[in-house]
């Protein structure tokens, strides 16, 4: 398989998380975890195996034993997917500003 093509197969997956992610929703929040800027980063090693760095709106969220178990939940079931892990951390915390535009326009802040 040719660099370009491995790149294109990453592109795509990294697409097919994204997407995922966007199904999930903060249950306070009526935007997804990604425009909300909970993702802090996807890292997708060669072997298909996930691990997503994220955040919560803060320590005390309610979800916060819940959601990473939806989020490994949802990307495990992308089929070419093998495995997920997610990790959360509160460094940096997570603050308005992360949001996407698109988000903060759904929530009046802008």
Not at 22 to 48: A, Q, R, S
Not at 68 to 80: A, L, Q, R, T
Request: hydrophobic share 40%.
């Amino acid at each position: 398989m040719s660099e370009e093509h491995i790149a294109e197969d990453s592109a795509e997956l990294g697409e097919k998380i994204v997407r995922v992610l966007k199904t999930i929703y903060d249950p306070e929040i009526p935007v997804d975890i990604y425009e909300l800027g909970l993702i802090y980063d996807v890292l997708v090693n060669e072997d298909n195996e996930v691990k997503i760095l994220m955040t919560l709106t803060s320590p005390n969220c309610p979800v916060a034993e819940t959601l990473p178990v939806e989020v490994e939940e949802k990307v495990k079931s992308i089929n070419e997917i093998k495995d997920a892990e997610v990790e959360i951390t509160f460094d940096p915390p997570w603050t308005q500003d992360l949001m996407s535009e698109e988000a903060k326009l759904e929530l009046g802040l802008l």
